[in-house]
């Protein structure tokens, strides 16, 4: 079993719907969670860290993450073409390094 | 203020060969992290590096090495390239090295290796 599980997608939507975007984890020490967005050919850009369980919210974006279920979400309300990208989420553990384990990536694709 | 930049942006290595890339972390920033990102997979976790000194290591061969400067630069060494060296090798930066820490991102330097 891999450590961070993410569908890769593609998940394709139309402009303007909620978007849900998920990923389980296996190891109760990871602590800190964060998203990243990243466009073809490009980094990762931080979208989301949180590091408690319950909602985070930023514009258009809401992180929630249970550690009870070890399951994390990124929610996008009125997605736009703008959003389509592969989203990665990311997770570390308490500890001296910051170490990330990142999930495959989900490609999201929003149609005008 | 600028970002975590890296050089050089694409390269093409033959097999065999040795390639040096490098990375600035952003401003006040003393740890710097590699990352390799195969198509189609998230990035994994190859070094990381605080205060000049290596302080984690991920499971890659010993071809794969890196080291940071005064300056909290970093350079990534891979020698005897493979054909399965061909990614994107990501430098990550972020204020301390514990798990407290916000980490970004460069743009990346594309390696293929023909």
């Known amino acids: 079993q891999k450590e961070v599980e993410q569908d890769p997608g593609p998940l394709s939507v139309p402009e303007g719907a909620i978007v849900s975007l998920n990923c389980t984890y296996s190891?109760?020490?990871?602590?800190?969670f964060m998203w990243y967005r990243q466009y073809s050919r490009k980094g990762p850009e931080l979208l989301m860290y949180?590091?408690?369980?319950g909602n985070k919210e930023d514009g258009r974006f809401t992180a929630q993450v249970d550690k009870s279920s070890k399951y994390i979400s990124l929610f996008i309300r009125d997605s736009q073409p703008s959003d389509s990208a592969t989203y990665l989420c990311?997770?570390?553990?308490?500890?001296?390094?910051?170490?990330?384990?990142f999930g495959k990536g989900t490609m999201l694709l929003v149609s005008p | 203020d600028a970002g975590v930049t890296q050089s050089p942006t694409h390269l093409i290595k033959t097999r065999g060969q040795q390639v040096t890339l490098r990375c600035s972390p952003i401003s006040g920033h003393k740890s710097v992290s590699w990352y390799q990102q195969v198509l189609g997979q998230g990035p994994q976790f190859i070094f990381q590096y605080y205060e000049k000194e290596e302080r984690g290591r991920g499971n890659f061969p010993d071809r794969f090495s890196a080291r940071q400067f005064p300056n909290y630069s970093s350079e990534l060494n891979v020698n005897a390239l493979l054909l399965g060296d061909s990614a994107l090798y990501l430098c990550?930066?972020?204020?301390?090295?514990?798990?407290?820490?916000?980490?970004?991102f460069g743009e990346g330097s594309w390696l293929t290796v023909v």
């Open positions: 949180t590091y408690s369980s």
């Open positions: 990550a930066s972020s204020l301390g090295r514990g798990g407290g820490n916000t980490i970004y």
């Open positions: 990311a997770i570390l553990m308490n500890s001296g390094y910051s170490t990330l384990t």
């Open positions: 190891n109760s020490a990871f602590q800190y």
